[in-house]
């Protein structure tokens, strides 16, 4: 009988761990399955995720066409209206002030037409950091870090219209794209569309102007400002930290000049050519001074705790950084135009235009680019970098790449511009830090004019101690009304506003902008007319009060104290370097000038046959040079015609002139005949040993 119980105790046994075995299946089914299902619902949640991010991200991209659909519409709008303005003769508002108003209406919409939105997704949580905000930020949620980008402060009365904000901040610009973007075809189209005649007849007062006027504007205004400050601090109404550098800066990036209103009115009009040419080089040149000292401005950085008291070093250091970034900028900028120079005249790329017109626009954007990384001035560079290729690269172009080159730097010109000024009047309504301050708003109008008024005047003064063409009192109050601010102090004042200083700043200039752009720029017209500023003047007519042909090379004869008009109004600075520039620089650069082997010495024979352009001696037409009309001076120009020889100071190898009782001069039959000739043909002019063929008619 054992056997048979253990047997039976076996079978208990084996069914016990059949149990056993079914229960612990179950068990890891059940795990299998909580497993799974928690896999598939972390599935199911992270597709959630990637499709609401998707959506997200769709979103977000419609919003960011809509907003350049926007500015799109702004500027077709701004055409059109300009169209019918030019149409009707209105001159009363230019195109700027068009655009400003019409991203103003569109800034209100924005800002109280459109309703905000549910903040869904958005979640404000608390933690404190540090003092300050950080750029990026890394967020651990449940075990997954997420990378967050800082966009800006959000005032803290908005908390619950994140949505409206952040539509209001995908309208707002980067800075950087108002610096890499828009100013550059700007600045680059004001040099290489620079009228040099009338540039360098008056280059020693425009450099008066732009270099001395506006450091002197913006210590004026920045000390001027200074006391506000102080004012405000008495009355209570500053709190935050406003320094006398603060001041300074301020003063810098407001005293860059923008009359782009009052210049397109006086090319419509055709206002005096020596008044359109002080007022557009000053301006031109203004702007690069501006950048440059308030980014010396904000290098001033004195020893010690205390880094806003007057230091003696860091003075000086901070004039080193002004002259450091500008020659550097400078020579950057003219470097790459001679080097966009040099490829186009040894190569064959004018048989290929589209290539060189695209090259011509890849050099001259990336000047700005490379100044920038090299820590110089990009408008510096840029600018000179336009006058260079003017000044020599043209010359190498083929004939349909002057134009396109030319067309193409002028619509970016206007798109980029008037897209600014668009701009500016959404700006107004849509940038979320503004400060409106009502003393610092008003002393800022004083100081502008004030400080406008301790460059133009004084200045004036002493530059015509030494002109022969003076500077006359209407053509010093109308450079007094048009120093109008507009893109680049803009541009300077949106860079940077982080600090309470600077967000007050941004918001005065905005309101200086909008106010001298429309009343300024709006009675440009009847100023000129009750300045008495002549109009429908040539831009190719000498201001002489003579229109005879041969003043210039004839009247001193009867007139020895008057020199040639041309030798009286160019700058001595442009003589001394053009003989340089005309019999080597010139051979060098381009197909024009004189051969090489004729001006460099004869041991340089080689060289000078490899750099000398086959043009120069195939072609004689070739050696005319636009500019030898600015710096003939007495006894470097004879005008050979037939057997008679006239030097500049007017003496002649045959024919004479006399004074007639009355003082008038008469002349003689040789005298008559010869310019009754000149007027049809073609004549040489022999000037340094270099012989020139152009026809007199272009005045000389």
Excluded at 21 to 35: D, I
Excluded at 209 to 218: E, H, L, R
Excluded at 378 to 383: D, E, H, K
Excluded at 684 to 692: A, F, K, N, P
């Amino acid at each position: 009988m054992e056997p048979a119980r253990c047997s039976s105790s076996s079978g208990s046994s084996r069914r016990v761990s059949g149990y056993r075995m079914a229960g612990l299946k179950k068990l890891l089914l059940a795990v299998f399955w909580l497993f799974g299902a928690l896999v598939w619902r972390s599935r199911a949640d992270s597709a959630m995720e990637e499709i609401t991010t998707e959506k997200e991200a769709e979103e977000s991209h419609r919003q960011d066409s809509a907003n350049l659909l926007l500015f799109i519409l702004l500027l077709t709008l701004t055409i059109l209206t300009i169209w019918l303005f030019k149409h009707r003769r209105f001159r009363f508002i230019h195109e700027t002030g068009l655009a400003m108003i019409y991203g103003l209406l569109v800034g209100v919409i924005l800002r109280y037409g459109i309703p905000s939105s549910n903040s869904h997704g958005k979640v404000p949580i608390g933690c404190a950091l540090q003092d300050r905000a950080v750029t990026t930020l890394l967020v651990n949620v449940s075990g997954k870090f997420y990378e967050y980008s800082l966009k800006g402060e959000i005032n803290s009365a908005q908390i619950n219209n994140v949505e409206q904000d952040d539509m209001l901040r995908k309208v707002t610009f980067d800075p950087d794209v108002f610096f890499n973007i828009l100013l550059p075809p700007i600045i680059f189209y004001a040099g290489y569309s620079l009228k040099k005649r009338h540039f360098f007849r008056n280059l020693g007062s425009i450099l008066a102007y732009a270099f001395i006027g506006t450091a002197v504007s913006c210590f004026v205004i920045g000390n001027f400002m200074y006391g506000i400050v102080k004012l405000m601090y008495a009355v209570g109404q500053l709190e935050d930290g406003f320094y006398y550098t603060d001041c300074l800066f301020f003063g810098a990036i407001i005293s860059a000049t923008d009359p782009v209103t009052v210049l397109a009115i006086f090319n419509e009009l055709q206002v005096d050519v020596d008044l359109y040419a002080l007022l557009f080089g000053e301006s031109v040149l203004n702007d690069a001074v501006a950048i440059v000292l308030s980014s010396s401005i904000v290098a001033y950085q004195p020893a010690g705790e205390n880094s806003h008291t007057f230091d003696a070093a860091a003075f000086f250091k901070c004039v080193g950084v002004f002259l450091g970034i500008f020659s550097g900028s400078f020579a950057m900028g003219a470097v790459t135009g001679v080097l966009t120079a040099l490829v186009t005249k040894f190569t064959k790329l004018h048989c290929f235009p589209l290539l060189e017109t695209a090259l011509f626009f890849l050099m001259s954007w990336s000047t700005f680019l490379l100044a920038e990384a090299c820590g110089f001035t990009g408008v510096v560079a840029v600018l000179f970098c336009g006058i260079t290729q003017a000044h020599y690269t043209y010359n190498n172009l083929s004939p349909e790449s002057r134009d396109r080159t030319k067309q193409l730097f002028e619509v970016l010109n206007f798109l980029a511009e008037n897209f600014i000024f668009s701009y500016m009047g959404l700006a107004l309504f849509t940038f979320q830090n503004h400060v409106f301050n009502p003393i610092f708003i008003l002393g800022a109008f004083i100081a502008i004019l004030l400080g406008r008024a301790a460059n133009i005047y004084p200045l004036s003064f002493f530059l015509n101690l030494g002109r022969k063409h003076k500077i006359g009192w209407n053509f010093q109050h109308m450079m007094m009304i048009a120093g109008l601010r507009g893109a680049m102090a803009f541009a300077l004042a949106i860079r940077d506003t982080a600090t309470y200083a600077r967000q007050m700043m941004f918001t005065t200039t905005l309101l200086i902008v909008f106010f001298t752009v429309w009343v300024f720029g709006g009675g440009t017209t009847p100023t000129l007319s009750w300045l008495r500023i002549r109009v429908g003047v040539d831009p190719d007519q000498d201001p002489a009060p003579s229109n005879e042909s041969f003043q210039v090379i004839q009247d001193d004869v009867a007139h020895p104290e008057r020199t040639s008009t041309t030798k009286q109004e160019s700058a001595w600075l442009f003589r001394l370097w053009y003989s340089f520039d005309h019999n080597y620089l010139k051979p060098i650069l381009t197909h024009s000038g004189p051969p090489l082997t004729a001006t460099l010495p004869g041991w340089c024979g080689p060289i000078a046959r490899c750099l000398t352009s086959p043009q120069a001696y195939e072609n004689q037409e070739q050696l005319r040079d636009d500019d030898s009309d600015l710096i003939l001076n007495d006894g470097d120009l004879n005008l050979t015609y037939g057997g008679s020889t006239l030097t500049a100071n007017g003496s002649s190898g045959s024919g004479t002139a006399s004074n007639s009782a009355d003082g008038k001069r008469t002349k003689s039959i040789s005298e008559d005949t010869l310019e009754h000739d000149l007027g049809t043909e073609d004549h040489e002019l022999i000037t340094r040993g270099t012989r020139l063929v152009f026809p007199l008619e272009d005045h000389a």
